[in-house]
């Protein structure tokens, strides 16, 4: 499975972004999908998360009520709807995939796409 996530950029306080996601591969069908950021000198972070057949969400704390996980199965994509950014916000934004269980049966995130900067100005 390939990942490739764009949509990222340079905006403004209080602007709207849209991230994408589309997998590429052989049939893909995951237990979720999910949205991680890395800003400068910080630790990698959950932004939320989906199941890919169900469609169960989970946000962050700094997520909720400001972003949206959406999925399109037919186009193995995944966005990530963002709005009222901060500059706090600034970070590489990354998608994920979890599709295998690891030994205890719980879904791990094995396929990572590239990332895509986004930056928030003040």
């Known amino acids: 499975v390939q990942l490739q996530a764009s949509g990222g950029g340079l905006v403004k306080a209080g602007d709207s972004l849209r991230l994408s996601c589309v997998a590429s591969?052989?049939?893909?069908?995951?237990?979720?999908m999910g949205w991680f950021r890395q800003a400068p000198g910080r630790e990698r972070e959950v932004v939320g998360t989906?199941?890919?057949?169900?469609?169960?969400?989970y946000y962050s704390d700094f997520a909720k009520g400001r972003f949206t996980i959406s999925k399109e199965n037919v186009k193995n994509t995944v966005n990530l709807q963002m709005s009222s950014l901060e500059a706090e916000d600034t970070a590489v934004y990354y998608c994920?995939?979890?599709?295998?269980?690891?030994?205890?049966?719980?879904?791990?995130?094995?396929?990572w796409g590239h990332g895509t900067l986004v930056t928030v100005s003040s």
């Open positions: 989906i199941s890919w057949r169900e469609g169960n969400l």
């Open positions: 591969g052989r049939t893909f069908r995951p237990f979720f």
């Open positions: 994920a995939a979890a599709t295998r269980l690891n030994d205890r049966g719980v879904a791990t995130y094995d396929s």
